[in-house]
Each structure stands twice: as C-alpha cells, then as structure tokens.
C-alpha cells in the first residue's frame, strides 16, 4: 500500500493554532513568504517574527523546511500582568500536565521588555517556580531543570503589560543545522546567509561564486537551495519531538516529501586564500552532502576568474578585526577592482559592517538592506556589473 495511502486512515483533520517563527532583523519579508509557500494562514510581520496559524503538519513543515526561521513557537497562553505575582498566578492556571510530565526536564527563555519587569532572570526564576509548584501540589514531586538539554523550552515573552508563554517546538535553534562540524574564525550564521541568497532572489539556476568563502556557509546554503535539500535535513531532534502529543508518522511524512535533486542547474564555485578556511570549508561541504555540487578552490581572490556567462556573487569580506584600516580599506578597494575588470554580466552582492571599507568597492550600490551578522549591523549591498559601464565606473572614482 502506498505510504500516504496508509496515512489517510489514521489523520482526522488537525487543529489549527498561532504559531510564531523568529528570526533575524531585516529576513521577516522573505520569512513570510516561506511562510505562504508552506501553506501559513493569517500571516503577520511583527519585529524580527511572523505570527501565523496553522496545524501540527505545517508546524513540523516550519521547523523541517523554512530556511530563514530560527525558532518556531507555539504560544499556549496569553494574559496581562503587572508584577511577579500576577505572573505566578497566571502560570499556575496553566495546566502543566498537559505539555510535560514530572520526568520531563525544562528550561525557561524570558524576554522582558517591560517598566514594571526589569530581570528578565527573575521572571524565569517565577514562571519556573509556578510550575514546579503546581507539580508539588499534585503529586508531592517535581520537574528538574536542564540546562543543556532540556526535553521541553519554554518561552515566557513580555512586552509593557502583555505576557505571552510559549513552546518551543525547534529545541535548538534551526541555524544549527546539523553540518557544521568544524568553526572558523568568523563563520556566518546559517540563517542569515541562507536569507542572503533568498533576498538576492537566487534560485539555482544561474552560477553563484563566493570569492571570500571561509567556512563555507554561503556555498553550502545555496546548494542546499539548489538542490532542493531541507534545512532540517541533519538534524536529528526537534523541540516538538518531546511534547506528549508528539506525531512520529505527520513527521515523517513531512520528511518523505521532500523531493532534494541528484544534480543542479548552475556551477557554486567558492574560494578562499586561506588553506585552514579551504579545509573547514570542505569538510563542511562534505557534512552536507553538497561537495559534489560545489567547485572549491584554495584561492586569492586577485587570481578569480569565474565563468564567462555571468551569475551571482556572494560574499561577506573580512571586516576588520585584527587588520589595519588602511589594508583594509585597501582590500576592499582590490575586490571592487576585481569585480570591474573580471565579472562583466555579474550581480554582485557585499556584506559588511565596515561601512567605511565598503565604499573603497568603488561601485555605486543598485539595492540595499541593513543585517545584523550577531550583534553587528552590516550593510547588504547589491552592485550590477556592466561590461559597458567598466569605464563609466572606473573614472568615476578615479
Ligand atoms: C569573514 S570571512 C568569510 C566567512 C564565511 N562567509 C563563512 O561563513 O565562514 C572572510 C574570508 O576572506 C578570506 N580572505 C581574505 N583575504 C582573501 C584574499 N585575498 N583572497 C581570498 N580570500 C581571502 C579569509 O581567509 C576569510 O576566510
């Protein structure tokens, strides 16, 4: 009998609830619309978040499939509160049997933006003690905090007088994808390198080069999208699979339909002038099934030569620490060069947060959008490579 066949005969139609996907400043539009390719209802951009509803099929499909999400809630309670006794009375309603038993580890993520709570520790303190406390009542035992790796997370949001408790049904955050065995020095987070290629609107079907490409995430995330491989793909847990009303069979007929391709359409071509990044960024690409996919060479990026029939770069330079302003602004000033002289019929797309090196490109930015690479603001920016308006360009910041 075919799978989904079988599964007809155990699903009743699935409830519908609010879900919330977090994720970077600057990634909530291209959020959303992962969102509504996956079938989201209700779709609203909030700061860094998009809050939908949906079922428990569409929260697995968030957590397996969306690319620019870092963690997917489920808010379970809402109410209004003024101090930390209203807030122990509020989760004491809650009936904590219902998501966790007395073995069930947890942990607690208070997010306070609030005048009348100032210690976003001490609201964990008290929802944890509410909890532990209904558990007492009840049974004379109690739930253990685990800070490593609890079995469940639980969110407590207050902004003003609005508290909002969630679960986390990611566990881990979803940029740890699961590939990522060795670190670089400065490696991007996997979530906004993938919300980089999707705000650059690369699909797979032109080449992609990444000149500066270190550990490698850029490369790794583009063929993942290329080849249509789930960002979920490595990982082996999930928040959701501890809750007591986990579905293993919805999961896995989320896992089965995804369809990842054995070839693509485009070169990925990376390079790096480092051997210790080359290594990294191998292995990586190996971890992650795409090293079949990717052209990696141990490089600088003043002898690059990409293909003749044009595509898209994408890269995020040093930025500056532990190099000297002037090299630095010096580098920045070679790769503009590089780009004018080599990459005719290339879009160019730099990340940085050295806006002052940024301008040594030399080249007149077509778009741009403002990131965060952790807690530096950067500048995304976009450069159209003519082969006719090398001149215009070059004499222009002569
Ligand atoms: C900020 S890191 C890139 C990080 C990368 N996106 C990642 O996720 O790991 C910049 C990289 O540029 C490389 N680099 C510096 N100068 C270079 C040059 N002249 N040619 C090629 N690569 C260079 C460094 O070795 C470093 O790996």
Redesign the pocket.
């Known amino acids: 009998m075919h799978f989904s066949t079988l599964y007809l005969f155990k699903i009743k139609p699935l409830k519908k609830f609010k879900i919330i996907a977090k994720t970077l400043f600057g990634l909530e539009d291209i959020l959303a619309n992962e969102i509504q390719n996956l079938g989201g209802e209700e779709i609203t951009k909030l700061k860094r978040a998009v809050s939908f509803t949906g079922d428990q099929y569409l929260l697995y499909k968030a957590n397996y499939l969306l690319r620019t999400a870092i963690s997917i809630l489920k808010p379970i309670a809402n109410f209004e509160v003024r101090n930390e006794d209203d807030l122990y009375r509020y989760i004491s309603k809650i009936n904590w049997n219902h998501y966790m038993e007395i073995n069930t580890t947890f942990l607690i993520n208070a997010i306070v933006n609030s005048n009348n709570f100032k210690h976003s520790k001490y609201v964990a303190y008290k929802t944890k003690d509410a909890i532990v406390d209904q558990f007492r009542r009840k049974t004379g035992q109690r739930p253990s905090i685990d800070t490593e790796t609890p079995d469940i997370k639980i969110n407590v949001h207050i902004t003003n007088n609005n508290c909002t408790v969630s679960l986390d049904s990611s566990g881990e955050p979803l940029f740890k994808r699961g590939y990522r065995l060795s670190g670089?020095?400065?490696?991007?987070n996997e979530v906004l390198?993938a919300g980089m290629i999707i705000l650059a609107n690369w699909d797979g079907t032109k080449n992609f080069i990444?000149?500066?490409?270190?550990?490698?995430?850029?490369l790794i995330e583009a063929a993942m999208i290329a080849a249509n491989i789930p960002p979920g793909n490595f990982r082996t847990d999930f928040g959701f699979m501890n809750w007591k009303d986990y579905d293993e069979l919805l999961f896995t007929k989320v896992k089965s339909e995804a369809k990842p391709k054995q070839s693509i359409s485009c070169k990925i071509i990376g390079?790096?002038?480092?051997k210790i990044?080359f290594d990294i960024a191998n292995k990586n690409l190996q971890n992650a099934g795409v090293r079949k996919f990717v052209e990696l060479k141990l490089?600088?990026?003043?002898n690059v030569i990409p293909p003749p029939e044009g595509g898209i770069l994408i890269?995020?330079?040093?930025?500056g620490e532990r190099i000297k302003k002037e090299d630095l602004n010096s580098?920045y000033s070679?790769v503009g060069t590089r780009l004018k002289h080599h990459f005719a019929g290339y879009e160019a797309w730099i990340l940085s947060s050295n806006f002052e090196a940024l301008k040594f490109i030399g080249l007149h930015p077509t778009k741009k959008h403002i990131l965060f690479n952790g807690a530096l603001e950067c500048k995304y920016q976009q450069f159209k490579i003519y082969e006719g308006s090398r001149k215009k360009t070059d004499s222009m910041y002569k």
């Open positions: 670089h020095k400065a490696p991007l390198a990444d000149p500066l490409c270190g550990s490698g995430t850029l390079s790096d002038i480092s990044a490089k600088d990026i003043e890269t995020n330079p040093p930025f580098f070679t």
